[in-house]
């Protein structure tokens, strides 16, 4: 599933690709992927111009003029590219937006898990899916005082409350599992029992870890790609996530792979003991 990284990435190869397009048409081929009503959904945003598109979390936010954005998550394979409208239309594409210029923003997504929904601009926030978010990740937004607070009020794993959002937006496996190795924290340990200096390091992990994933354009695991159709840089660095069997990179002891809350974790024995 593409992480606030990826997100970000697809974001910026977005604005440079079609800030500013008008809409003349959009084509819907798979309409589960469409929250509300497809036809209401074609016939608002036919004549809009994309005016912005920023991030919250995970999710793209396309604002339109007229006080309408689209709100979109990629879910586990969501991809956008741009196409000549004349091109062939590649398996999985679902939604495709015609823009006045002839070319076409397509949406494609191998698992049809990905989502759309539109909402006026001044009530994105309130959005149920939004509305749960913690702050972003980012030293302006991301208080080591109120992460301090939640996270004394969870009585579960310092994993699966990393993944609920609510703590802080963007994170997922991948990033949870290498913020833990850097903070040698187990993923196990619960998350009320860390101490103010686990905290701490853990906090800045997460500012530092995200923002060099941003600018190494993210991780491709499997086929997650930017705007361009360009892969992400950041496998290389990863240093728990997908290395099982490995020598750890700060004590050589061999990385192991378990279960945490169903999701397949990466960590280090020796790094990371239970405390």
Request: charged share 30%; with cysteine; hydrophobic share 35%.
């Amino acid at each position: 599933m593409p992480e606030l990284p990826e997100v970000e990435t697809v974001r910026q190869g977005l604005r440079q690709l079609v800030l500013n397009k008008k809409i003349r048409n959009v084509i819907v081929l798979y309409p589960k992927i469409i929250n509300g009503d497809t036809n209401i959904f074609i016939e608002t945003l036919e004549g809009l111009t994309i005016k912005e598109i920023k991030r919250r979390g995970k999710y793209l936010i396309f604002n339109f003029d007229e006080d309408i954005s689209m709100v979109s998550h990629l879910r586990m394979e969501g991809k956008y590219f741009v196409r000549q409208a004349g091109d062939e239309v590649e398996k999985h594409t679902h939604i495709i937006f015609e823009f006045t210029d002839g070319k076409q923003l397509r949406y494609n997504d191998v698992r049809k898990f990905g989502r759309m929904e539109l909402v006026k601009t001044d009530k994105v926030s309130d959005l149920k899916s939004l509305k749960k978010l913690g702050p972003e990740p980012t030293t302006s937004d991301f208080s080591v005082e109120d992460f301090a607070d939640k996270l004394k009020k969870k009585n579960k794993m310092i994993k699966p409350a990393l993944l609920d959002q609510n703590l802080v937006a963007g994170l997922g496996n991948i990033y949870v599992d290498e913020v833990l190795w850097m903070s040698k924290i187990n993923p196990e340990t619960i998350a009320s029992h860390l101490s103010k200096n686990e905290i701490k390091t853990l906090h800045d992990a997460i500012i530092t870890e995200l923002a060099k994933a941003v600018k190494a354009g993210g991780t491709t695991i499997r086929s997650y790609t930017n705007a361009f159709e360009n892969s992400g840089l950041f496998q290389f660095e990863l240093n728990a996530y997908g290395r099982t069997g490995e020598p750890c990179r700060r004590c050589g002891t061999l990385i192991k792979k378990i279960v945490v809350a169903q999701r397949g974790t990466h960590y280090c024995p020796s790094c990371q003991k239970v405390e």
